[in-house]
């Protein structure tokens, strides 16, 4: 099992950036799968992005080409650089780590952006 711990949400205004950090309490080196979800007040949790233990990600529609999602084996990080964000991108965002026999969320971290 993992524990993940998100940080760096705020209140910044459209075209800000802000840059979100998940860490974890042990070695990614070996979690098949980390990326960052979303919820919006009323609507369903979506995908924001992901990045496999290989190196491959994935990305929402919505995001593509303004969000990067990255990793720090070292500190055992990864983390969500947001740019040119849009009120529409205003949330509740989540850490989500997927290894052989679990599915672990982070307590989510409040981004909102004002227009």
């Known amino acids: 099992q993992v524990q993940l711990v998100e940080s760096g949400g705020g209140l910044v205004q459209a075209g800000g950036s802000l840059r979100l950090s998940c860490a974890a309490s042990r070695s990614i080196f070996s979690i098949n799968a980390m990326g960052w979800y979303r919820q919006a007040p009323g609507k369903q949790r979506e995908l924001v992005a992901t990045i496999t233990s290989g190196g491959s990600t994935n990305y929402g529609d919505s995001v593509k080409g303004r969000f990067t999602v990255s990793r720090d084996y070292g500190k055992n990080t990864v983390y969500l650089q947001m740019n040119s964000l849009k009120p529409e991108d205003t949330g509740v965002y989540y850490c989500?780590?997927?290894?052989?026999?679990?599915?672990?969320w982070g307590q989510g971290t409040q981004v909102t952006v004002s227009s």
């Open positions: 989500n780590g997927k290894g052989g026999s679990y599915d672990t």
